[in-house]
C-alpha cells in the first residue's frame, strides 16, 4: 500500500524557517512526480511547490517563489519543502502528493495525485 508520511511543521515566527520531509514508501517513489500543497483555516487546498520526477524540474506557486525550495532525494524516498522567510499568511497544513503518472514532469492540479499524506500543520505568528 502507498504511503505519505510528512513532518517537520510546527510554530515558528514571521520570517523563521522550516523544512518538510515527506517520506514515500510501497511505490516506485523515484517514477512519480511529487508536489507539496497547503490549506489554510477555511480555505481551499492549493498548490505551493512540484519536482519532476528525476527531481531536474521544479516549479512554484507566485506566493512563495524565492522564499520555498523543492527538492527530493530519491536514494531515501524523501521529498523535501525548505520554507524561508515565512510570513503569517504561509499558515496551514501542508499535504505532500505523488502523481498519478510515471515519469511525468508534475502538474499544478490536485485532480492530477492520487496518493496524499495526512499533512503537518505549519503556523507562522505575527
Known amino acids: 500500500q502507498v504511503q505519505l508520511v510528512e513532518s517537520g511543521g510546527g510554530l515558528v515566527q514571521t520570517g523563521g524557517s522550516l523544512r518538510l520531509s515527506c517520506a514515500a514508501s510501497g511505490r516506485s517513489f523515484s517514477s512519480y512526480a511529487m508536489g507539496w500543497f497547503r490549506q489554510p483555516p477555511g480555505k481551499e487546498r492549493e498548490f505551493v511547490a512540484a519536482?519532476?520526477?528525476?527531481?531536474?524540474?521544479?516549479y512554484y506557486a507566485d506566493a512563495v517563489k524565492g522564499r520555498f525550495t523543492i527538492s527530493r532525494d530519491n536514494a531515501k524516498n524523501t521529498v523535501y519543502l525548505q520554507m524561508n522567510s515565512l510570513k503569517p499568511e504561509d499558515t496551514a497544513v501542508y499535504y505532500c502528493?505523488?502523481?498519478?503518472?510515471?515519469?511525468?514532469?508534475?502538474?499544478?492540479?490536485?485532480?492530477?495525485?492520487?496518493?496524499w499524506g495526512r499533512g503537518t500543520q505549519v503556523t507562522v505568528s505575527s
Open positions: 502528493a505523488s502523481l498519478k503518472y510515471t515519469y511525468y514532469r508534475s502538474s499544478t492540479q490536485t485532480r492530477d495525485y492520487d496518493v
Open positions: 519536482i519532476s520526477w528525476s527531481g531536474s524540474s521544479t
